[in-house]
């Protein structure tokens, strides 16, 4: 048992010193960002109490308000493929201890759990994501980074796919114990994943460059087709979160991971949203613009009305990636990306090797028109089609003698 002493030293959660290289193009450009500018003078004016005290009440008025609205009431009423109505459990801080840090992102970090002092979290199979500590330093951008949090929490409570990361434990302290000007207030704790997929991407591509040259037709369909499966995979859970009317906003590799037994899981949910119910397929919504500039649609990079298929170009720029294991736009910066694909529309090149089916979803998938673009349920459906055929040896000669990374060179413009 850990004394108190111990107790509130580790449950300080200090963030940890290092930290990862982050890709020149992975600019979070969110909500979160739009509200990071410089304090106001009265701002300044204010003890870290006041500010933190005000943030808190507002977080807490900003949750009631979600958790109220008439879209988020709808997908907890559904039915289908929701969780039983069991409430998530409630842990007190003193009651897991955190260890050493797995990952995170701008502004959240996720712990794995030393030990439980509850039956009900198994330290194995469970993790503890909370603020990053600097995010207190502004009082905007702490208030809009705890909402994401919780918003987090509460969307991944009413869901259940086998393809979607669970929650399995909220903090006890709700909203309100922002007000305390503690980053780890309020957390979640999370399904640990062992892996994630760009790290996956980097072992095919390993194993790709070791296949160079040499004629295994059967294992270069093997391979392609295992790359495949994850993707049709990731597609399941997509389709299924737009048939709740949610958008993820931020599809990219280091959002996908694997759990022990192999399945993949899509996670991070603090800047998804649920939209109101569509009555036309195009309806398009005046949202914030986010996610990652190499897998964000025009539309939404360029600031324009968008709905749930910004979260299907995102899914088409990956699925070439899964494929071709090629990072999308490696040699353009941001400001080039702006301006060739987003604005003048040009895609990653596709392989003449690849069958037919494949190099027409991605053309239709990545379409800059949302009136011509596929939705995600369509893409799924293909995509298990494409699979199927492969796995049955119809397509082998589409695939050619091997399978080998395109070029970086960028042609296609649609």
Not at 165 to 182: D, E, K, L, M
Not at 185 to 192: E, I, M
Not at 270 to 285: G, H, K, L, T
Not at 351 to 366: D, E
Request: proline share 3%.
């Amino acid at each position: 048992m850990m004394s108190k002493e111990d107790t509130t030293r580790t449950f300080l959660w200090e963030e940890s010193t290092a930290h990862s290289s982050h890709d020149p193009l992975d600019c979070f450009l969110g909500d979160s960002s739009e509200v990071s500018e410089e304090l106001s003078a009265s701002e300044r004016s204010q003890s870290d109490e006041e500010k933190y005290a005000k943030a808190g009440c507002y977080i807490k008025d900003r949750m009631k308000t979600i958790l109220a609205s008439e879209t988020f009431c709808k997908l907890r009423e559904s039915k289908e493929g929701l969780k039983k109505n069991e409430p998530v459990t409630r842990v007190n801080h003193s009651q897991i201890e955190l260890g050493n840090l797995l990952g995170g992102g701008a502004f959240s970090n996720v712990f794995e759990i030393k030990t439980s002092l509850t039956n009900e979290i198994d330290p194995n199979t469970c993790v503890v994501k909370v603020l990053r500590k600097h995010v207190l330093d502004r009082t905007k951008l702490f208030t809009a980074c705890a909402v994401g949090l919780l918003r987090e929490g509460s969307i991944l409570a009413s869901l259940q796919h086998e393809h979607i990361i669970g929650v399995q434990a909220f903090s006890q302290v709700g909203p309100s114990g922002y007000a305390t000007g503690r980053n780890d207030a309020c957390f979640l704790v999370l399904d640990k994943l062992q892996e994630i997929l760009s790290t996956r991407m980097d072992t095919w591509t390993k194993f790709q460059v070791s296949m160079f040259d040499r004629k295994r037709s059967k294992k270069n369909r093997e391979f392609f087709c295992e790359r495949l499966n994850v993707a049709q995979q990731l597609a399941s859970a997509i389709t299924y979160l737009h048939q709740k009317s949610i958008v993820h906003r931020d599809i990219k590799p280091n959002n996908i991971g694997f759990d022990a037994g192999g399945m993949i899981k899509l996670f991070d949910f603090d800047v998804s949203r649920i939209i109101p119910e569509e009555e036309y397929a195009n309806q398009v919504f005046k949202l914030t613009k986010t996610g990652t500039k190499r897998y964000m649609s025009p539309e939404c990079g360029l600031g324009e009305k968008y709905n749930l298929k910004t979260d299907v170009y995102s899914f088409a720029i990956l699925l070439h990636q899964i494929l071709s294991l090629v990072v999308p736009y490696c040699d353009l910066n941001m400001f080039e990306v702006k301006r060739k694909v987003m604005q003048h529309g040009l895609r990653p090149k596709i392989p003449m090797s690849w069958p037919k089916g494949i190099k027409q979803l991605l053309k239709q998938a990545w379409c800059t028109d949302i009136s011509e673009r596929l939705d995600m349920s369509t893409v799924h459906d293909n995509l298990q089609q494409e699979l199927y055929k492969l796995q049955n040896y119809q397509g082998a000669k589409l695939l050619g003698k091997t399978l080998t990374a395109p070029t970086t060179k960028l042609a296609l413009r649609v």
